[in-house]
């Protein structure tokens, strides 16, 4: 469960969040919103990537500011920028690497890789440069090194922009598949309609919070206004 209470936070000249006030302790929650609404500035302090202002953010009960080792390890992050995530020379090295303090052996590891890449569509690919991967392999690769962490939660903020519809529905069906809470920041909004909430942001603050139809709705009439 992620509750987040009364955050503020400023970047630059501007408070990009301002005022926020949530309980996710649903399985799959959607954020959504216009670009610069504050929707990556808002995931990144479920995971202390960003300490915000004011206000707090906790994880199970564990707080981004007091606990903050804690709760990196219960939250997987999944970046829109793959590139920025991939550590190691080849893919299945970097797969390796997300294994490391697992107390496996190395047989262990391999078995482990090897299921993995072909669980995320890398099969034949371990010793590939993993910075020379397309952009929706490196996507793909990302996703791969996170899950196999296993965190109690994932937040994946804009995982899909790359990917083929191939991907697109492997990522559908592992979202769906997984037992642990996600919180997808999209704007593939079809990406959304079986999650059991979607958060509406806008300007930094909540302007709508409901079931996807709804959400969805409103944010349509929220851009709709806007365009006009
Ligand atoms: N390091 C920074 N310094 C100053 N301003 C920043 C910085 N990072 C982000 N911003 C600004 O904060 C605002 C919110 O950005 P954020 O990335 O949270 O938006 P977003 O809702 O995720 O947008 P998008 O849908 O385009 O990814 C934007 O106006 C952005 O320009």
Redesign the pocket.
């Known amino acids: 469960m992620i509750e987040v209470s009364g955050v503020r936070h400023r970047?630059?000249?501007?408070e990009?969040?301002r005022g926020i006030d949530l309980t996710l302790a649903e399985h799959r929650v959607g954020v959504i919103?216009?670009?610069?609404?504050?929707?990556?500035?808002?995931?990144?302090t479920f995971n202390g990537l960003i300490t915000p202002d004011a206000g707090d953010v906790r994880v199970d009960g564990l707080s981004v500011r007091d606990d903050v080792r804690s709760v990196r390890r219960r939250v997987g992050f999944m970046f829109?920028e793959a590139s920025a995530q991939i550590l190691m020379p080849t893919v299945a090295e970097d797969i390796a690497l997300s294994l490391r303090d697992h107390g496996l052996t190395a047989d262990e590891v391999s078995a482990r890789v090897e299921a993995t890449l072909s669980a995320y569509g890398l099969e034949g690919y371990g010793d590939h440069p993993a910075q020379l991967l397309s952009g929706g392999q490196k996507q793909m690769l990302a996703f791969a090194a996170v899950l196999v962490r296993e965190p109690q939660v994932l937040v994946c903020?804009?995982p899909s922009t790359l990917l083929d519809l191939h991907n697109q529905l492997r990522l559908r069906r592992t979202l769906a598949g997984l037992d642990q809470q996600v919180v997808l920041?999209t704007?593939h909004l079809d990406l959304l309609d079986d999650f059991d909430r979607v958060v509406v942001?806008d300007d930094?603050q909540v302007v709508h919070d409901g079931v996807p139809g709804e959400s969805v709705a409103f944010y349509h009439d929220l851009m709709e206004a806007r365009v006009s």
């Open positions: 970047l630059g000249e501007r990009v969040l919103g216009a670009n610069g609404s504050g929707k990556s500035t808002l995931a990144r829109s903020d804009e920041l704007h942001i930094g």
